[in-house]
């Protein structure tokens, strides 16, 4: 089975007609599905899918990585444009009332930075939401990875996501991340979309879930943006003894950590910017 990955919405552009956007969108067409790991924040996802002549309704599921406004910004416009009855599937806890903390030299302010439409709004354009804390299985060979356990001791979630609850702004524990997995005759393919629950804590958990201990890619958002000099380096120890042959980075990973990973992972290393598209 053949895996083509194509990103539809990321921050930077790779090249000309293609939009760069805070956020994320992969594409991943096995032929037998093509589904899309999240939405970007707004329409890029839609516009660079028009450059590049990919027609969005071939899509056949939609995985939301978690609740985050830059991952499900782009569920309007793209339902828009598909004109159809999409599957959804997500963590029920995608639709949590989420915020990150910006601090400010009058006290902190809190961001919303959660979905950004009404699940009848969205339903009413065609999404069917297939809610799921558990891995949940779209066919033989592709499984979101459900709830990721936090194993590792050196990855923890961002301190600045927030849940606005009845009893005020609590920090917000992600339980709703999750990743995409595939698995192919090289091994695991995992799809990332920020990794708030750590990278490596996906990682294992992709290799447990799928019963494959081969790691052959990881791409997408990895949230080391604010890792410290320590994860870095445990991050780099980890994907060298899983075996990783790809790995692709996107999004929240940062640039500094990202040319971290380049000296370390030389040809394996790739930025997966908005209108890259390999093939596995
Ligand atoms: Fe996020
Ligand atoms: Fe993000």
Redesign the pocket.
């Known amino acids: 089975m053949g895996v083509n990955l194509t990103t539809l919405c990321e921050n930077t552009s790779s090249g000309f007609g293609i939009s760069g956007e805070w956020?994320?969108s992969i594409m991943v067409d096995t032929g037998e599905a093509v589904v899309l790991l999240d939405t970007g924040f707004s329409d890029s996802l839609v516009r660079n899918a028009r450059f590049k002549e990919i027609d969005l309704k071939r899509v056949t599921h939609v995985v939301l990585s978690h609740g985050?406004g830059?991952?499900t910004g782009g569920l309007r416009s793209l339902l828009q444009e598909t004109h159809k009855k999409v599957n959804i599937i997500a963590h029920p806890e995608i639709w949590g009332s989420k915020y990150s903390r910006l601090e400010k030299e009058n006290g902190d302010r809190y961001q919303y930075i959660g979905v950004p439409f009404r699940r009848e709004e969205l339903e009413s354009l065609g999404a069917s939401f297939i809610l799921s804390k558990e891995p949940f299985w779209l066919n033989e060979h592709m499984v979101t990875t459900g709830e990721v356990p936090m194993l590792t001791a050196f990855e923890k979630v961002d301190q600045n996501m927030y849940l606005k609850t009845e009893n005020g702004f609590v920090p917000d524990p992600l339980v709703d991340d999750q990743a995409l997995v595939i698995k192919t005759a090289k091994g695991l393919v995992i799809i990332l979309?920020?990794a708030h629950r750590g990278m490596v804590n996906t990682m294992i958990h992709a290799r447990e879930i799928t019963g494959e201990e081969r790691i052959y890619a990881v791409v997408g958002?990895t949230h080391l943006i604010r890792a410290g000099t320590e994860q870095l380096a445990k991050t780099v120890e980890k994907i060298n003894e899983f075996g990783v042959e790809k790995l692709g980075v996107s999004?929240?990973t940062g640039l500094l950590p990202a040319t971290v990973l380049a000296r370390e992972f030389e040809d394996k290393f790739f930025f997966n910017n908005a209108g890259v598209s390999i093939e596995i």
Do not use: E, F, P
Request: charged share 10%; hydrophobic share 10%; aromatic share 0%.
């Open positions: 956020g994320l985050h830059d991952h979309g920020c958002g999004h929240c």
